[in-house]
């Protein structure tokens, strides 16, 4: 019997591969957009995704928003079925509630995604932080520490980035309960929450973000309002809500430093 | 007090159990006693057992004062069954430990020469013979049949055995004609072993005891190429793998390991073994040495081959497993976990968080509710477990509330959607479960949350009370 082969089929379909080969290759893999083209511009080609990202929960009760804005990052950095690693300190949970699977999934993020590791101390937090990142195919790891640990220091944080940046795995430290202090994370995010605009009959809409850059290694630094779309999952920049309040903290000082948009 | 237990000589000078103990002191002067702890005695009975799982692995509990061995198809590691015992005695008096033993083709007939006889190997051929001139003390029935036996001038098992079973359980209850079906082995009673049977087992036992971890070490890695080599045969991996030593002075410990994935590898087992012992609340102690080292596969489960594939995924799936394997042995297995869908109603029973080394990704499932496209989150992002009690001003006493207090901060409430009402599950629930009103609240900072008043207000007799749920996005 004799086989025969289409030659010029498989020749199509070598080229097919080749050519999605390629594709992948010039897709960046080093950063990540917002998917809101006025934010994109302003931060160049997007955040590194092999980094250190640091969200703040302005006050106790943003962390819900907090948390949002990172399953959100997490969701933009990494690819559509990679596991998601939730490293969180028992303490943040008791305080600020536990990450609820339901609520994730309307964020956009399937719950199959998510491995939630429960640590009891913040040395356990980083230990396995570092641990996930060292590992190409996670596609994102939080770290959730509570307030402000010791060990959450200037070094930790740089073994946490450098170890990121090794394995192009995104990091997010989600710091509910705490205050900014100097470590190595490339950019530093302050969240509130922000009025929603109403899905109609008064209710509650979209989750809105009140995000300010407050510190960006290698770029600007900006504040946005910005809009969470679940369906297609982008960041949508919107315009404040006339007479609803933004509130300005009256202990600090609004960022003016570089700042890039209103 | 009575006495309840005797030593030889003791016994030979005619004390006996359940005597009083001021008698006893009556005929000898400086009697040495010790009190009776029941506990005591089964931890040093359990000590034994876990000793003996260096016969056999199937090893059970027989009574407060004894263990049954099943030694079906390990006796040639011994020599033979004379060998064995002896090995057993010798061992076991070293420790200290006055052993009376039988080995017989059943275990009934085995616990009765072991306690009614000098006890020896019996063999089949020989055993009913013998059984039959066992005296009837060893059916061990109750006493008011034994002395109605006695009474009709049986003496030994024989003279009862001879007669017609239907009598016999009418006279003196089933449990007699029982005890003899299960001497005699026409009635099987299996034994029930204190640990699970593994999959597969290897161990070696050491001329020297073993004293130096890094020879330990050596030990454990060839046993673990042995054990992985005869699971590859069978197309299997370990998800559960039992690494025990014995230590000479009788201690027996034992590591145990889990995976999410099937281990096929020494390499990997080792980095998780290591793991397992730097997490040790005490650490692995050689004391004066190992003489047998063991490692099973508790269980083991099908392995999916699979071609190492140009594509990346396949490693990187294999990687992650990993990871979620040596953060379980570090933080517990309930430590990392992975959320499952339930069917309920019940926010807080909706998830299952479930170890992940126990589960597998990559099923798809449905959770509920499900989001309309386009639709704003139904459900919070973080969710407090319990519920905390919130104070609210209603606008209207059935709807939703106008302003709350949350942790001594006030809300004042721009936008509001609900009831979403979720009754209690009856069937679940004790009687006093209450049906929730669920409402999704935005403040005028733009805080979303999640609160519920429960119960409501046109049956209950007391004002319903408020809760704040969870916080949304």
């Known amino acids: ?262 | 007090m009575r006495l309840t237990a005797l030593d030889e000589r003791a016994a030979k000078a005619g004390l006996f159990k359940t005597m009083a103990l001021t008698d006893a002191r009556a005929q000898f002067e400086n009697l040495d006693i010790a009190f009776a702890s029941p506990r005591k005695d089964a931890a040093l009975l359990e000590k034994l057992a876990d000793w003996c799982d260096r016969y056999t692995p199937l090893v059970a509990l027989d009574g407060p004062d004894g263990l049954m061995l099943d030694i079906t198809g390990c006796v040639h590691l011994f020599g033979d069954e004379h060998q064995l015992r002896r090995d057993i005695h010798q061992r076991l008096s070293q420790h200290g430990v006055v052993v009376r033993s039988a080995i017989t083709g059943n275990a009934a007939a085995a616990h009765a020469f072991a306690r009614h006889s000098p006890g020896d190997v019996i063999e089949d051929s020989a055993l009913k013979e013998k059984l039959r001139r066992l005296r009837l003390v060893s059916l061990e029935i109750e006493d008011v049949h034994l002395a109605g036996l006695k009474r009709a001038g049986l003496r030994t098992v024989g003279d009862v055995e001879v007669l017609p079973r239907a009598a016999l359980a009418a006279r003196f209850g089933a449990g007699l004609v029982d005890r003899l079906d299960a001497l005699f082995g026409y009635a099987h009673h299996p034994i029930s072993p204190r640990r699970i049977v593994p999959a597969c087992m290897v161990e070696r036992r050491m001329a020297e005891p073993l004293i130096v971890m890094d020879s330990v070490e050596l030990v454990l890695h060839a046993l673990g190429d042995e054990l992985f080599r005869q699971l590859q045969q069978r197309v299997e991996g370990a998800r559960e793998v039992e690494a025990s030593f014995f230590r000479v002075d009788g201690e027996v410990r034992r590591i145990c390991i889990q995976a999410g994935r099937p281990l096929t590898d020494t390499k990997t087992l080792f980095r998780l073994l290591k793991e397992r012992l730097t997490t040790l609340a005490e650490p692995l102690d050689a004391g004066y040495g190992f003489d047998i080292i063991r490692l099973a596969a508790v269980r083991a489960e099908r392995t999916q081959t699979m071609q190492k594939s140009l594509d990346s995924t396949v490693q990187e799936t294999e990687e992650i497993g990993g990871l979620i394997d040596r953060l379980s042995i570090r933080l517990g297995t309930s430590r990392v976990l992975r959320p499952h869908p339930v069917d309920t109603h019940i926010p807080e029973r909706a998830v299952s968080l479930e170890p992940a080394v126990h589960t597998t990704a990559n099923l798809p499932v449905e959770w509920a509710p499900v989001q309309h496209p386009g639709e704003p989150p139904e459900r919070p992002v973080r969710l407090f477990q319990p519920p905390e009690q919130i104070e609210t001003t209603a606008g209207i006493p059935d709807g939703a509330p106008a302003q709350f207090v949350w942790r001594r901060v006030r809300h004042n409430i721009v936008l509001a959607e609900g009831p979403e009402r979720i009754a209690p599950e009856w069937w679940r629930e004790h009687a006093g479960a209450l049906t929730r009103d669920y409402y999704r609240l935005e403040d005028n900072q733009g805080h979303r949350f999640w609160v519920f008043r429960e119960g409501l207000y046109e049956r209950g007799q007391t004002t319903p009370r408020w809760y704040l749920h969870g916080l949304f996005a």
């Open chain 1, 1 to 262: 019997m004799v086989t025969t082969v289409d030659l010029t089929a498989l020749r199509r379909d070598i080229a097919s591969l080749s050519e999605r080969n390629a594709l992948e290759a010039q897709a960046p893999r080093s950063a990540f957009g917002f998917g809101d083209r006025s934010i994109d511009r302003v931060l160049g080609k997007g955040l590194q995704r092999g980094a250190l990202h640091e969200v703040f929960s302005a006050e106790m009760h943003d962390a819900g928003a907090a948390t949002g804005f990172v399953i959100a990052l997490a969701l933009r950095s990494s690819s559509a079925r990679s596991p998601l690693i939730w490293l969180e300190e028992d303490f943040a949970a008791q305080e600020h509630g536990f990450p609820y699977a339901p609520g994730l999934k309307h964020l956009g993020l399937d719950p199959q995604r998510l491995v939630i590791v429960r640590c009891s101390s913040p040395q356990d937090v980083l230990k396995a932080a570092s641990d996930s990142l060292g590992i190409r195919g996670t596609g994102a790891v939080i770290i959730a520490p509570w307030s402000n640990p010791k060990c959450l220091d200037l070094t930790a944080t740089r073994k946490l980035l450098l170890t990121a940046q090794q394995t192009g795995v995104p990091a997010f430290l989600l710091r509910l309960g705490a205050v900014p202090i100097d470590n190595s994370a490339v950019t530093r995010w302050m969240i509130r929450s922000n009025a929603s605009r109403s899905s109609g009959a008064s209710a509650p809409g979209h989750p809105v973000f009140d995000a300010t850059l407050i510190r960006n290694r290698q770029g600007m630094t900006g504040h946005w309002i910005l809009q969470w779309e679940s369906d297609n999952h982008v960041f949508r920049q919107i315009e404040p809500v006339s007479g609803a309040v933004v509130s300005t903290p009256a202990h600090r000082p609004p960022q003016t430093r570089k700042s890039a948009t209103g």
